[in-house]
């Protein structure tokens, strides 16, 4: 007798749904596409005990006749593909013909179904095998009911979470297709309580209100973007309104729900830094393109796609983004800087993080005498407005649109002009469209921040040699974080020698960073790339780590007193920075109230 046999029908299906179902919110996902496929124009989702003790959809849709409702619980029965090369133009939500067999195979599971009204069939299937096939009279369209999901896979309803985590990855599912079928109606209940009711919406702005309340959309950028192949549309959150998770990242690719690494990294890029670590902007994002060029079939849930030109994907959503982030309106007007964004408008966790440390390494003079080495150049703000580099900057910054110099050079007397200093801390100044209060320490981090970014760059970051070389103990993980990160560490600025046993001699540091003690500085940074758990990520925060340490420390301070030219010098240089409206950490550094708010306000208007 040979060991092999060929699984049975029932078995194949329980094993596809392992792959298919992995939660309630997979059945919804499942139902819900398959009810968009079939052309509804309203979705009604049920859910009762976080969907683990019931689903039910419900749907206007094409419906199916008697042979059909049959046919579409046999598995790879599919009505969406026929001839292999449909795969390559594949429009349909669906295509493998396995979800209905999968969920069937692990719940109780009723499908009610009517081509036309009147003629309806339900079909009651359990554990996979169908028990009963009844005619009814029914209006239009499909509803399936999925009880009990994975009541007879005990290994499976062990890995599902509390109630409440069910329903919230339903809600998120359900949002997600509600963003990308504004026309369509979609409401979801859940033990009775109405948690989503959108009727059909005429703009996608509309529908967003709907789901996520007007403020959220009067916070968003518009963006737009089409080259090639590819087009972009959707809204953008401003760098000042990041969350501390990706949950209001809504990505679709040709109307489907994706994650997706190269749309992710695009967007990362987009944002730059102006978004800190640990920080998500919000992003509804449509990208829609000739679907030979991207392979949906790659994963048994359709939540990952492969672009066959995935850099110019990349780089058109990135453009697209940045486009929307860098025209004059991504500087907030007072009631657009929603307190809520960051909680209680405190800073972010990195911006914490940084705060924290400083607290713990204020600054001392290095003890090697480093600072009489003949160095006439201070890490102070005033001293880095040399012309030369100023100007260079400025042309970098109008070629990628900085929205602050773009609006300086609309037209004459379009500048934005330092008039005055409000409690040694703010400068106020003018532009065209209305009043400026721009946070001076945060303005000039920024400031600092994207020169030493740029410098490390090109390799041009300026460094204090030590008189004395001062001589570092470093732990075994230590070690090895700096072998592995020694070329960017000497990028930085930072100049070492193996110097015996567990020991590096320190020649150089990061002129911006002079002030602080070198060993712990190093110590410190060590400890942070050592933490990322990618290299690029290790060198990302070991940058973003020291720049906000050293721009902060070196920046102008709250409670300063500046004279005329010096603040207008800090708002040429922000504007020549690219990234005028956050600091390194985050927060809001600039906000406007527009000429029209200030009527209002008056009752002019
Ligand atoms: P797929 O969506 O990949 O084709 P499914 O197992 O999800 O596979 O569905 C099988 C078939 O059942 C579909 O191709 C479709 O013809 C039919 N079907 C499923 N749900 C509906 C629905 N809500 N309305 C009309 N037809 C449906
Ligand atoms: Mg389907």
Redesign the pocket.
Known sequence: MGRIHVLDDHLINRIAAGEVVERPASVVK?LVE??L??GARSIEIVAEAGGKRAIHVR?D????DRD?ALL?LERH????LRRPEDLETIATL????????SIAAVSRFLLR?APHDGEGTEVEVRAGKIVAVRELGLPRG?TIAVERLFANVPARCKFLRADSTELAHITRVVTHYALAHPDVRFRLEHAGRRLIEAPPAGRLEERIAQLKGPAFVGALLPVELGRGAVQVHGLAGRPAESLPRRTAQHLFVNGRLVQDRVLTHAIHQAYGNTMPSGRYPAVILFVDLDPALVDVNVHPQKTEVRFRRGGEVHDVVRDAIAGALSVAGAIPTLSELRPGALPGGRPSAAGEAAARYLELHEPRPVATGAASGGSSHRASPAVHGEPPRAAAGAEAAAADGSSLLREMEQGSGATARALAQYRDSYILAQDERGLLIVDQHAAQERVLFERFLADADRDRVEVQRLMFPQTVELAADERVVLEQEADEFRRLGFSFEPFGGDTVRLDAVPALVKELDPAVLLRELLGEAGRSRSARSAVESLRYRLVTTAACKAAIKINHPLNPTGMQRLLDDLAATGNPTTCPHGRPLVFRLTLEEIERAFHRR
Request: charged content about 25%.
């Open positions: 499942e398959n009810s496929d079939a749907d849709g094409s419906g199916m059909d579409a029965a599919t009505s969406k669906g295509f493998r013909g396995e979800a209905l067999p179904t499909t």
